[in-house]
């Protein structure tokens, strides 16, 4: 069943002239909405009935105080009211209208009225005769969670609304006020040394600005390779990089975390970013090494790929049992939830630009911690050892002294280059389709493209971390690359435009994205549809043996997309699975 949306918007009220019908405790009520966002109330309704009666007491008390203009008219409304009430700026006509009266003929004579004019209307308990409804809203400082639905029941989206407010950590809007200021501040000073740079005409474009627009989603260059900080940067790179190490820090960082950030924390960020790049807010104490290694322990574990409920028992004990976890920055909040509030918890700052200092960073970490005789989790997305730098942290902790199956310990994780797939219906082996699985990375060592591999019809390929530059990995795939025409090596077999293919992101979260369609089609896909990490690419036929094609969507100009787009994840639900349906299964 098919239900229309509406368009969601935050309109800045302040100065606006409001005109509300009716003289009753729900006008009260649109009254003193308008004054909380600095908007004019001007109230409309004749005189009570009764001489000496008085309007209800909330809205007395407001018209007393003078807050609210009382046009005391005995019609209750006249057309003139919304062309002579209203500001000078917009000629006299009044910015939105409150119909709170039930009178079915008054309300309907003002909404044809204010919609002739495209003045927003809203009719207390006729959405038919709505231009623009009011949410249930959340507020915090900056932060505002509005909630509709649609006309389907105020008092549930009243419960949803308290629902969500109440699953947010403290102190969240507080922290949207800080890093809002911090944003402002680098933008500030981004603008100083980008006219400073111009007036000695080192760069003669414009440095772009990232979106401000909320209701906007990552794009595909969101999290696009950065490069390691260098002092030759010109101001367009440095700007880009320090922009987008605050959106990710926005995007990675846990709620929880978030909403304690302090004033502090925010000057320690700026520092840490001007001589090493993103930063988290650390631990000043530094832990005693002068214990012997070995006397704690490290423990290198894979989360899986993001449901909590896809951790092996394993990892789970070592979450429950750490003193100390390192995890990085993708590891989703649902794991991150499982970790005891007493437990020590830093996560990885691998931002743009940034990522080898990051990791020197956790090693130093895991091994002052782990020599001081605790023990410590170092819990990485999937599994540690599938492009997770797994046996690279490994080769350094044996160098420190710590020792396999004493000191060191590797769990497995579920990796998202099989499980990816199989939440979206992909089934990397079938024996019609595909008799081999091939993992790569799309991105080499420095952000190098590593060498692409040839085309099989029975193959499925399977790309982690390459969603950033899929255009480039497309082309690679479909044509030959400079190097291999330079060194006459062309006879790789390249893939067909038509191959069947699915980008696959967060797999298994509640946030699950899966766009299917082509390798012609998924660059232009990821641009529109934008792209959240953790993702994947999933290429060959195996994409298309439980597929069911669908009717593409349209796009506003009324042609059709070649691509579907599915949202969010069917959860596990084992609970619901009672022992005889799964013995009916066995």
């Known amino acids: 069943m098919a239900h229309h949306t509406s368009l969601l918007t935050a309109v800045d009220s302040r100065g606006h002239v409001h005109l509300v019908i009716g003289a009753n405790p729900l006008a009260a009520a649109r009254c003193s909405q308008s004054l909380a966002v600095g908007a004019t109330p001007i109230l409309v309704a004749p005189e009570p009935a009764n001489k000496g009666e008085l309007l209800p007491a909330a809205l007395q008390v407001r018209v007393d105080s003078g807050e609210v203009r009382w046009v005391r008219d005995t019609t209750g409304f006249a057309d003139a009211h919304l062309e002579t009430l209203g500001r000078d700026e917009v000629d006299g006509f009044v910015d939105a209208v409150f119909v709170t009266d039930h009178d079915s003929s008054l309300a309907e004579k003002v909404s044809a009225t204010c919609r002739r004019r495209r003045i927003p209307v809203n009719v207390v308990d006729r959405p038919d005769l709505c231009s623009f409804a009011l949410l249930s809203t959340h507020v915090e400082g900056p ?17 949803i609304r308290r629902e969500v407010a109440s699953s947010l950590p403290t102190g969240l809007g507080e922290a949207c006020a800080r890093l809002g200021a911090l944003r402002r501040r680098i933008q500030e000073e981004d603008r100083r040394t980008a006219t400073t740079t111009i007036a000695k005409e080192t760069i003669t474009k414009a440095v772009p600005v990232l979106s401000e627009d909320d209701s906007y989603d990552q794009n595909a260059a969101f999290n696009q390779l950065v490069p390691q900080s260098s002092a030759n940067d010109d101001a367009e790179t440095a700007k880009t990089r320090r922009m987008r190490w605050l959106a990710q820090m926005c995007e990675y960082w846990p709620l929880k975390r978030l909403a304690g950030v302090t004033d502090a924390d925010v000057e320690a960020l700026l520092e840490a970013y ?39 028992r394993a990892v789970h004990q070592a979450i429950l049992s750490a003193d100390v976890i390192l995890a990085d920055k ?45 023990t410590v989790l170092r819990l990485k997305q999937g599994d540690p050892f599938v492009y997770g730098r797994g046996g690279e942290e490994v080769l350094r902790l044996r160098a420190a002294g710590f020792r396999d199956g004493q000191s060191l310990f590797v769990l497995p994780g579920i990796t998202s280059a099989l499980s990816g797939p199989l939440f979206a219906g992909i089934p990397p082996t079938h024996r019609d389709a595909a008799d081999q699985v091939l993992i790569c990375t799309g991105t080499g060592k420095k952000g190098k493209p590593p060498q692409p591999p040839g085309y099989r019809v029975s193959r499925t390929a399977v790309f982690l971390m390459a969603l950033h530059r899929i255009t480039g990995l ?20 390249l893939w067909p435009a038509s191959t069947p293919c699915a980008v ?19 660059a232009a896909a990821i641009e529109q549809e934008g792209s959240r990490p953790p993702g994947l690419l999933v290429v060959g036929r195996a994409c298309d043996v439980l597929y069911t094609p669908v009717d593409t969507t349209a796009n506003s100009d009324g042609t059709s997309k070649p691509w579907s787009v599915e949202e969010g994840f069917a959860s596990l639900d084992l609970d619901s699975i009672s022992p005889a349906g799964l013995a009916s299964l066995a």
Do not use: M, W
């Open 143 to 159: 932060l505002q969670i509005g909630i509709t639905t649609n006309g389907s029941g105020c008092k549930l989206a009243a419960r």
């Open 274 to 312: 001007a001589t090493q790049g993103a930063a988290l807010p650390q631990d000043e104490s530094k832990p005693d090494t002068s214990a012997a290694p070995g006397q704690g322990r490290i423990i290198l574990a894979g989360s899986g790929p993001g449901h909590p409920d896809l951790l092996t």
């Open 330 to 374: 993708l590891v989703p909040q649902g794991v991150l939830d499982l970790i005891p509030r007493r437990t020590e918890v830093a996560i990885a700052r691998k931002f743009p630009g940034n990522a080898d200092a990051a990791q020197e960073e956790l090693i130093e970490q895991a091994t002052s911690a782990a020599l001081a005789g605790k």
């Open 474 to 493: 497309v082309a690679e795939l479909t044509h030959y690359t400079a190097e291999e025409k330079e060194a006459g090596e062309t006879k790789r077999t």
């Open 504 to 522: 696959i992101e967060r797999a298994s979260c509640p946030d699950q994205k899966v766009i299917r369609t082509t390798l012609a089609h998924v």
